[in-house]
């Protein structure tokens, strides 16, 4: 029996799951290619471990960013790879439902899904990522009801309001938490002199970082190089140096969320006001970030429990949708 395949790749991460086992692979979106045969060599976890250990000939390849393909060759052998480790063979020409951010343009979707077809792909259907989260949610996507989501992760954020099956009102940026972590870092250089690892900004972030600019941990201490001489060193960074960095991301978010409610037909604003907006992907823990985004529209705001699999289970309730409907069709068919 084919297998049927859901794919979320994202800028940080990439998910994959299939209606009969569910999320297998949640890692990140790295591949280590051997640039003399071109083969994969690992894929996620196994080639971040590898980033900086590599022979020469291995090369580690982050293919994406802020939320599309930066170079296709690449996001094809990353498909193949992921393909590989859910044991979904070349020939068994598997069907796949991917997610595409709402903003990607029609190069960045066909590049997308000839990468798909490259990596073995039957037949590819590609999904806006609202529409994905809202169906992983259970929110009544199908109705003549506004569901308001807001999708924010590593390197792109959309706001969307949903009703009878479609995107009503939307509103994108191409910035997200990667932009957060690269203020971090270039804050850090400016004030203290100093650079440090993706890994360190990313758990100042988690440590420090408040979207209302209250003071959480006063500090951290970390390890980092000196930029004039390059010296290990140990320096202590403020919870302030860290909310005054994801200032601008946050403000920005803000206000792509406001101008998404406020471009919605007043039935629909209704419908917001009385359900409220539920908030996905991994930079949706920003802490206070539904605080301040509830306190800047008037809306109730909900951060959905793993937020950062809302997608790929909207995309694997798809494929179960997928395969109901074609034994349906199968049925019939004698
Ligand atoms: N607890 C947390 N607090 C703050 N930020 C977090 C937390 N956990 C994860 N993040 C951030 O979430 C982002 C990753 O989110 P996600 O996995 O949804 O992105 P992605 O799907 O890879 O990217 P995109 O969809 O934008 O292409 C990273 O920037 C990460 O730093
Ligand atoms: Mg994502």
């Known amino acids: 029996m084919a297998l049927d395949v859901a794919l979320d790749i994202g800028t940080s991460h990439t998910r994959l799951a299939t209606a009969q086992r569910g999320v297998m692979f949640n890692e990140p979106t790295?591949?280590?290619?051997?640039?003399?045969?071109?083969?994969?060599?690992?894929?996620?976890?196994?080639?971040?471990?590898?980033?900086?250990?590599?022979?020469?000939?291995?090369?580690?390849?982050?293919?994406?960013?802020?939320?599309?393909?930066v170079d296709f060759d690449v996001t094809a052998r990353l498909?193949?790879?992921?393909?590989?480790?859910?044991?979904?063979?070349?020939l068994s020409?598997?069907?796949?439902?991917?997610?595409?951010?709402?903003?990607?343009?029609?190069?960045?979707?066909?590049?997308?899904r000839q990468a798909a077809i490259q990596a073995g792909a039957r037949e590819v259907s590609l999904i806006e990522a609202p529409i994905a989260a809202a169906i992983g949610l259970g929110l009544p996507v199908q109705?003549?009801?506004?569901?308001?989501?807001?999708?924010?992760?590593?390197?792109?954020?959309?706001?969307?309001?949903?009703?009878?099956?479609?995107?009503?009102?939307?509103?994108?940026?191409?910035?997200?938490?990667?932009?957060?972590?690269?203020a971090i870092a270039s804050l850090l250089r400016l004030r203290q002199g100093v650079v440090v690892s993706p890994a360190t900004l990313e758990m100042l972030k988690m440590n420090l970082a408040s979207a209302l600019?209250?003071?959480?941990?006063?500090?951290?201490?970390?390890?980092?190089?000196?930029?004039?001489?390059?010296?290990?060193?140990?320096?202590?960074?403020?919870?302030?140096?860290?909310?005054?960095?994801?200032?601008?991301?946050?403000?920005?978010?803000?206000?792509?969320?406001?101008?998404?409610?406020?471009?919605?037909?007043?039935?629909?604003?209704?419908?917001?006001?009385?359900?409220?907006?539920?908030?996905?992907?991994?930079?949706?823990?920003?802490?206070?970030?539904a605080e301040l985004i509830a306190n800047s529209t008037g809306v109730e705001v909900t951060v959905a429990p793993n937020p950062d699999e809302v997608i790929i289970e909207g995309l694997q309730m798809c494929l179960e949708e997928m395969s109901s409907l074609h034994s349906l069709l199968r049925s019939a068919d004698r």
Do not use: W, Y
């Open 213 to 289: 600019g209250r003071t959480r941990g006063t500090a951290e201490v970390i390890t980092a190089r000196t930029v004039d001489r390059g010296e290990l060193v140990e320096t202590e960074v403020s919870a302030e140096l860290v909310n005054a960095a994801l200032h601008d991301v946050v403000t920005a978010t803000v206000r792509m969320i406001q101008d998404c409610l406020g471009d919605a037909p007043p039935d629909l604003s209704q419908d917001v006001s009385a359900r409220g907006l539920t908030m996905v992907g991994g930079h949706a823990l920003l802490s206070d970030f």
């Open 30 to 69: 790295l591949v280590a290619i051997d640039t003399n045969s071109g083969d994969v060599v690992e894929v996620g976890h196994n080639a971040l471990d590898m980033v900086g250990r590599t022979p020469r000939h291995v090369v580690v390849f982050r293919p994406l960013a802020q939320g599309a393909t």
């Open 143 to 182: 109705d003549p009801v506004g569901s308001a989501v807001t999708v924010l992760g590593a390197g792109a954020s959309e706001a969307a309001l949903i009703s009878l099956g479609g995107i009503v009102t939307s509103s994108a940026r191409r910035q997200g938490g990667n932009d957060v972590d690269a």
């Open 79 to 90: 498909i193949a790879g992921l393909f590989d480790r859910a044991g979904v063979s070349k």
């Open 93 to 112: 020409r598997a069907r796949v439902v991917m997610s595409v951010p709402s903003l990607a343009t029609a190069i960045e979707r066909r590049a997308l």
